[in-house]
């Protein structure tokens, strides 16, 4: 009796019938399968409620705001690189000043 109650309620409240739901099997290394577990786990849902959520996901384009933000983010990554490959050419360059001024001490000293 409980049951059919449940099923009532979930219809009163205006969910649209689907079809029935199929079973899949699906190979998962044991990581992947510790993985779905702790992330089922930490959201309170089944493993099948996980891989559902995913594929739901899957197929779905990024928000204007999103790409918006995703451009944005883009854009600082690409300043920070560019920082660094100077920083990084900036140190190569005297680290070889150093080095000959060490040879030339070295050539000095002989």
């Not at 009163?12 to 990581?31: E, F, I, K, N």
């Not at 993985?35 to 930490?42: M, N, P, Y």
């Not at 197929?59 to 990084?88: H, K, V």
């Not at 190569?92 to 001024?101: F, S, T, V, Y």
């Amino acid at each position: 009796m409980h049951m059919s109650c449940t099923y009532a309620t979930l219809f009163d409240m205006g969910t649209v019938a689907q079809p029935a739901p199929s079973r899949t099997v699906v190979l998962l290394r044991p990581a992947e399968r510790k993985r779905l577990e702790k992330l089922a786990a930490a959201e309170k849902v089944s493993a099948g409620e996980i891989l559902r959520r995913s594929l739901r996901s899957y197929n779905q384009q990024p928000s204007d705001s999103e790409q918006e933000m995703l451009g944005l983010l883009l854009g600082e990554m690409n300043t920070a690189l560019d920082a660094s490959l100077e920083s990084i050419q900036s140190a190569r360059a005297e680290i070889r000043e150093n080095l000959k001024k060490i040879e030339e001490m070295r050539a000095a000293r002989a």
